[in-house]
């Protein structure tokens, strides 16, 4: 596999994987910072009470700190329950931030003894009370232009409601007990069958295979706008309040959704479920679409253990969640969220592939010149030259040698991709001017000292 | 304090806070980046063993994670242990890296059971075998650049040897087993004053006050390129060979350092020593010296539990370890390292305190316009509008409400800085034009659509 030679070793990466992961931070921010959000920071580490009861099942990934007689402190799990708990905190009720950090959770504990994982998560969430689904419409536009910029290949933005999930179940005459449960299942139908997913509600869930039939019908639809209203006259669907109200919704985010122009990539799919406990209203998932990157995506969960709860596939995902902050306030103050995490991982291990795949180097320097000597003992030129240069701005090297032989500077300069080459020697010295080198042509060229700077600068800013 | 208002909680941070350290971030790594250094990342957890031995008495400061059956992990102390041990693991003998990450420590155990700290470090380090004092030189010319254009106010590099202070030890009669220990002593000489730490030597080191006095007599001694030259003519320092390497490199950065232009800032300096164990040759620390500044470092240290082993008004700090790397490789290969820590977070206290003196508020965003709207039932066209400059690359913000009032718009432009207001009215959609208001005069103006975005950046990104 080419991806492993990138790969040095768990959590370790290289400069030529930072240099990728740069780039793609790098238009993630811009994307965020273009919608005006702010950026937050909060520690590694939370009291281990304030992440239980938020992740359902998956809370036995959490990772704990040694007792040392002090606080029981946890890593974080992920960056919405800090922000929550730091909205609570803070007394803050309208914020739109992003945050971008590591987060940790344990390997599958039963079976690798005390092995952790340990992974960035890249969130932006606008909190707040609003006029409905205005800030979701952002949210969703935030994917595609990211996902548009990052040119990841094809891909779909499924868009759903707890709201409806529930409604659905009820109508269907699944017990109130047995929504989170059989909603975990259907969260499944991405990796499972139909069938497979039906015999686990059935045989595992205790569900009657009538009312597995008719959440079959359901989750089997995929529409736009179109399908929202449909449903919202659908005589079984119609009688619960909820999806009706989980309905309109998905209606007035689709209006908002075509005035941002981004409603060929957005789907309503009534199988999508999301995981985790705290969504209450709309949720979504993007996920690439052509077969090439899809399975890149897949290969990129083994190796670099991607994210947890994102399916094949999947590059984004998120969604309303009204209640959660309120668990962090002593009395219960409701401030309304909706927000979204991008699969950083996932797209860094896609990015590699595609660089790896690529005939073009991965440059790990933005240096735009090397300050080299023709002949020996011209260190203390060089040096008085290259700080000349570093404090006009210009990115460059020299060789950390008192006579470096021309060839072996020219040669770095082609490893490292460097484009230019300022060349010293006694003539050069004489004349007032430097030989530039443009290292990909050979090209050579007599520049005066007093021109040098403005020459780099065109050459190399364009 | 004012400083008090900005820091809501150790470890967490608002925007305010992390929109100056971005700015600090931002200046430092374009210095990172002009020198040409790639940059790596290591995992946040480290081997307990790797980090055994490393630090001298610092060891107690570790943290450790909870021992869950696996292999004993704690969390990583600075970022240099880890570095040295990456070149190790990766066979990697020459490169040039930043890293820019957070370190853990445990706050005085004795005191504060289990209570922990998570602050940046900042570094940059040179790995490879070169002439000597290139690229220890470049490291001070780093130093230099970004407390210059940080602008943090005057400042000094004092300079010394590993090489040097263990000569003078020895000749002054200290014997070998002690020079650790009598090192450790000479470091508090920015806190204590001479005779106190000559009491701290004689009393509970139990050296003899007749050595402790030769000591005294050369750690008072500051200068430049003149001072290695006396001392290498010092009729006992002369006898210590150790002493005459350090020395003649003193002189040979100091040449390279005029050739900078950047002496007027560097002093080379008997009594600096740093605690660090693996410390093999020259080392540097760079200290404000103006008065205010310092004070305002020094109460940083008691806010935000500023860096370790940065003595007060201390703001950088580094030197050469030739031995560390060769620790972690089996075959004990040397890779000769120096490199520097920026001490970023006392340097981010200092810019607070400043923002907070400061008249001009801290922008939090990087909003460059507000589409808002003078009339009811526009909420269409101004999502239209915003989508069309987001596509375009502007920076905007609009209300989450259908029908926000005109005046709360203009007010949370004042609030949040943002330079411009598009505001659309029926008049305006009708002649296909928008209102352009300047917030800080009140200007307005007619812009056609198709000018609007070129206007925009006209006006914003100048």
């Known amino acids: 596999m080419l991806n492993k030679k990138m790969t040095t070793n ?39 009470e304030t992440l239980t009861g938020k992740y359902g099942e998956d809370s036995k990934l959490i990772y704990d700190l040694k007792d040392q007689g002090g606080e029981l ?121 139909w069938e497979d997913v039906k015999k686990e509600m059935v045989n595992e869930k205790g569900l009657s295979e009538e009312a597995a039939d008719q959440i079959g019908e359901y989750v089997s639809m995929q529409g736009g706008m179109d399908l929202a209203e449909r449903l919202l006259q659908d005589h079984k669907m119609s009688q619960s309040k909820q999806a009706c109200a989980g309905l309109s919704d998905i209606k007035l985010l689709f209006k ?59 590059v984004a995902g998120g969604g309303r969640y009204d209640g959660l902050v309120g668990m962090f306030d002593p009395k219960g103050r409701r401030v309304p969220c909706v927000g979204v995490s991008i699969g950083i991982e996932r797209i860094f291990s896609i990015m590699e592939q595609k660089a790896e795949a690529s005939p073009q180097k991965v440059r790990t320097t933005e240096v735009q010149i090397m300050v080299a000597s023709a002949q020996k003992n011209l260190l203390e030129e060089r040096l008085q030259l290259i700080s000349e240069l570093w404090n006009a701005g210009i990115k460059a090297e020299l060789m950390y040698k008192k006579n470096p032989k021309l060839l072996s500077q020219l040669q770095y300069c082609e490893e490292a991709g460097i484009p230019l080459v300022a060349i010293l020697g006694e003539q050069e010295l004489k004349d007032g001017v430097v030989k530039l080198r ?25």
Chains 1, 2 share one sequence.
């Open 73 to 193: 402190l946890s890593l974080r799990y992920d960056l919405t329950v800090p922000f929550a708990r730091y909205l609570a905190m803070n007394k803050i009720t309208n914020i739109k931030r992003y945050h971008i950090a590591k987060v940790y959770r344990r390997d599958n504990p039963a079976m690798t003894r005390g092995r952790y994982r340990e992974f960035y998560q890249c969130d932006f969430d606008i909190a707040g009370q609003y006029d409905a689904m205005i800030p979701d419409a952002e949210c969703l536009k935030i994917v595609h232009e990211i996902l548009n910029e990052l040119d990841l290949g094809d891909f779909r933005i499924k868009v759903n409601d707890r709201r409806i999930l529930d409604g659905m179940f009820a109508v269907c005459g699944v017990p109130d007990d047995k929504f989170r449960t059989i909603c975990s299942t259907v969260d499944k139908l991405d990796k499972m069958s």
């Open 10 to 48: 768990n959590n370790y990466y290289n400069p030529k994987q930072m240099a990728i992961r740069e780039k793609v931070f790098n238009t993630i921010i811009r994307c965020f910072k273009r919608h005006g959000a702010e950026t937050i920071d909060t520690p590694v580490f939370e009291l281990k």
């Open 256 to 314: 908002y959704l075509q005035l941002f122009h981004v409603t060929d990539k957005v789907v309503f799919d009534l199988s999508l479920a999301r995981g985790l406990d705290y969504y209450t209203g709309v949720i979504y998932e993007a996920v690439l679409t052509q077969a090439g990157t899809v399975s890149a995506a897949n290969e990129a969960q083994n190796d670099t253990n991607a994210e947890e709860s994102v399916s094949v596939g999947s």
């Open 438 to 462: 443009v290292v990909a042509t050979r090209e050579e060229v007599d520049i005066s000292r007093a021109d040098l700077i403005s020459e780099i600068k065109r050459r190399t800013e364009a």
